[in-house]
C-alpha cells in the first residue's frame, strides 16, 4: 500500500450518492451484516482488523463469519475473504467472537467462539497458516480444538468471548472469558502452559450478582501517569499500573467498565468501584461489544465498538448492509485516576481538508451561528465553549438523577439559562431535521453539575427509527475550565467527545433532508444567558479508501488504494 496522504483523494461526497448512509471514513464491510469487533492487532506493519460477519445477509445469523480487513494506517482498508467459517464440528454453528496475542517470538494466535455441534459455545485456537504472508489471510484451527470446553453447571449459551491472553512470571498464560449463572455476570479465569490446554482456576476474576451474561469482556492494564498504552501481559507495581475490567451487559445492551487493582500473585482483582448499571461507560449512545487492543508502534491502545443500526430489518435489506464500527479511538488514564479518555486517533487528520476557524464569538440567548466553508455532513469539529455569571446557574431538580432522563425531558428545544448549547449536526435548511449535540449546567448541594445530551429526536422525519435521545454526566467544573466539545460527523453516524474525551457519545441517525450538499451544520445556543465560543476548528473530512484485495503477487508496500 502506498502512503494514502500521496493519493488523490475522493469527492468529499462520494458516499451520499446512492447510498445516503453509508459511512465515508468509519469502517464497514462492503455489503452484508458486522457486528463485534475481533482480534485487533498490529502485526508487521499491518493493522489486521476483525469482525463478526454475516456475508449471506445485511442480518444476524447465529452461523457467523469472522470478516478481515488490513491497513497501514487504521483509516484506509483492504477487504479480505473470510478469515474464519463455521465448517468444523467444534464451531459448525457459528464462529463467534475472540481476540489475538501476539507470543514472544511475533508469533500471533486467536482464541475464538465456536458454536459446536450440539449448539455448546466453546473456545477455539487457530494460528496464521504462513507468517511471510502480510495480510495473514489463511488460518489453521488447531486439531485438538475445543481447547476450553463449557463448565460444569452452566448453560451452554452463556460462555463466550475470550479476551486477550496475558503472560505472568511463573510462564503461565491467563485470558478470561464471560458467561454467567442465575443472573450472576461472571468474567471466569483460566490459565495455560502451553495455550493449548487450559484451567479454570478455583473462582473467576470478578462476578457480580443480577447483572446478566457478561459479552466480550477487556481486560487490560493503564499506566496511572501516562497516555501512553501498556501490552496487556505488563504488570508493573500498583502504583504504576491500573486495570481496566470492561463488560457488555447483554441485557442492557450497553458496556459498562471499572478501574482497579490486579494482583496476579493472588489471581485477584478488586475494583475501585463496584460494576453496577450506573457504573462508568466507554460509551452513552449507540454503542456495544467494544474490544481494545495494543499498539506497539506507537504507544498506544485502541479501541473500536459496534455501531448498530437503529431502522429496521426491513430498511437493511433495502440498504444491502447493516452495521458499522466506531472510529478508532485512543484510550488512557485520566489524571484523576477515576475514568478513561477517549479520542480519535491522530491519523484522521490525514483527512482534514478545508479547514475553518475562529475565536471569541459570543453567541446571545437563542443564537444560532452557520459554521459554513466545510462539508457539514462529513467533518470534524472541535469547540470550545467559555461560561461567566455562573452565581445565576439553575438548580438540579434532586430526582434528576439519570442524565439520560434529563435529555429526554429537556431536549434541545427546552429553553434554560445555561444551555443548551451546543452543535446542530446534520441540519436541514429550515432545521425540521437536526442532530443536537448540546451540554447544560446545573447546581447541586453546592457543586456544578455539567450534562451532555445527544439528542435524535429531530434526526429524521422518516417514521419506523428508534431516535433515543441519550445523556451523560461530564466530571468538569466549568468555573475554572472551559467545556469541550469534539463532534465526528459521518452522513448517518455522530460520535461526540465532552470534556477532552471524558464522555463519548455515538448517534446513528438517518435523514432524509439533512444529506449529502444539503446538510448545514450550527453553533447554538438556546439557554437565556450567553455563551462565548473561545476556539471552534472544523475541517471537511476526505473519504477514506476501502477496496477489495488486489491480486496476488503484488507486494503489500506497493499496493495503491483505489475505491472500487
Known amino acids: 500500500m502506498s502512503n494514502p496522504s500521496s493519493t488523490p483523494a475522493e469527492s468529499p461526497l462520494a458516499a451520499a450518492s446512492g447510498q445516503p448512509y453509508r459511512t465515508a471514513f468509519h469502517f464497514q464491510p462492503p455489503q452484508n451484516w458486522m457486528n463485534d469487533p475481533n482480534g485487533q492487532m498490529w502485526y508487521n506493519g499491518v493493522y489486521h482488523f476483525f469482525y463478526q460477519h454475516n456475508p449471506f445477509g445485511p ?69 496464521p497458516k504462513d507468517l511471510s504472508d502480510p495480510y495473514l489471510k489463511e488460518w489453521v484451527k488447531h486439531g485438538g480444538n475445543p481447547v476450553i470446553n463449557l463448565p460444569e453447571g452452566i448453560q451452554p449459551d452463556d460462555f463466550r468471548d475470550p479476551t486477550t491472553t496475558w503472560l505472568q512470571e511463573d510462564g503461565k498464560w491467563r485470558l478470561l472469558v464471560g458467561s454467567q449463572k442465575d443472573k450472576t455476570g461472571i468474567a471466569f479465569l483460566y490459565h495455560s502452559d502451553d495455550l493449548v490446554n487450559w484451567s479454570k482456576h478455583d473462582s473467576p476474576l470478578h462476578q457480580v450478582p443480577g447483572t446478566g451474561i457478561w459479552e466480550c469482556p477487556d481486560f487490560f492494564p493503564v499506566w496511572v501517569d501516562s497516555m501512553n498504552g501498556v501490552d496487556t501481559s505488563v504488570m508493573n507495581p500498583s502504583n504504576e499500573l491500573k486495570h481496566v475490567l470492561k463488560v457488555g451487559l447483554q441485557d442492557q445492551f450497553k458496556d459498562y467498565y471499572v ?17 453496577t448499571l450506573s457504573s462508568l461507560r466507554r460509551d452513552y449512545g449507540r454503542y456495544y461489544a467494544s474490544k481494545s487492543f495494543f499498539d506497539p508502534v506507537k504507544k498506544r491502545r485502541i479501541i473500536m465498538g459496534w455501531v448498530h443500526e437503529t431502522d429496521s430489518e426491513a430498511d437493511a435489506i433495502a440498504k444491502g448492509w447493516a452495521g458499522v464500527q466506531s472510529f478508532p479511538r485512543s484510550i488512557w488514564l485520566d489524571k484523576n485516576q477515576k475514568q478513561l479518555l477517549q479520542w480519535p486517533i491522530e491519523e484522521i487528520e490525514m483527512l482534514h481538508e ?16 452557520e459554521i459554513q466553508g466545510i462539508t457539514a455532513s462529513q467533518a ?11 452565581e445565576e446557574v439553575e438548580e438540579l431538580d434532586p430526582s434528576w438523577d439519570d442524565p439520560q432522563l434529563i435529555c429526554t425531558e429537556s431536549d434541545a428545544s427546552k429553553k434554560g439559562k445555561f444551555g443548551p448549547f451546543g452543535l446542530l449536526a446534520l441540519a436541514s435548511n429550515d432545521l425540521t431535521e437536526q442532530t443536537a449535540i448540546f451540554f447544560r449546567v446545573f447546581q447541586k448541594n453546592g457543586r456544578y453539575v455539567v450534562v451532555m445530551c445527544s439528542d435524535q429526536s429531530r434526526s429524521s422525519t422518516k417514521n419506523g ?19 469541550l466539545l469534539r463532534t465526528l460527523i459521518d452522513h448517518s453516524i455522530v460520535e461526540s467527545f465532552g470534556g477532552g474525551g471524558k464522555t463519548c457519545i455515538t448517534a446513528r441517525v438517518y435523514p432524509t433532508l439533512a444529506i449529502g450538499g444539503d446538510a448545514r451544520l450550527f453553533a447554538f445556543n438556546h439557554g437565556t444567558e450567553s455563551v462565548v465560543i473561545s476556539e471552534l476548528s472544523a475541517w471537511s473530512l476526505k473519504k477514506a479508501r476501502f477496496n477489495k484485495e488486489k491480486p496476488s ?12
Request: with cysteine; charged share 20%.
Open 354 to 369: 478545508n479547514k475553518v476557524s475562529f475565536q471569541n464569538k459570543k453567541l446571545e440567548g437563542g443564537s444560532l451561528h
Open 465 to 483: 427509527i428508534d431516535k433515543t435521545s441519550y445523556g451523560a454526566f461530564v466530571d468538569i467544573d466549568p468555573q475554572q475550565d472551559e467545556i
Open 380 to 390: 470534524d469539529v472541535k469547540i470550545s465553549f467559555k461560561l461567566s455569571n455562573l
Open 59 to 127: 442480518f444476524f445469523n447465529i452461523r457467523m463469519h469472522w470478516g478481515h480487513s488490513v491497513s497501514q494506517d487504521l483509516i484506509n482498508w483492504i477487504h479480505l475473504d473470510s478469515a474464519f467459517t463455521p465448517i468444523d464440528p467444534f464451531d459448525i454453528n457459528g464462529c463467534w467472537s475472540g481476540s489475538a496475542t501476539i507470543l514472544p517470538g511475533n508469533k500471533p494466535i486467536m482464541l475464538y467462539t465456536g458454536i459446536d455441534s450440539e449448539n455448546r459455545q466453546v473456545q477455539n485456537l487457530a494460528v
Open 553 to 564: 503477487g503484488v507486494e503489500i508496500d506497493n499496493m495503491t488504494m483505489m475505491h472500487t
Open 259 to 275: 478501574i482497579g487493582n490486579y494482583s496476579p500473585e493472588k489471581e485477584h482483582y478488586v475494583p475501585e468501584d463496584e460494576l
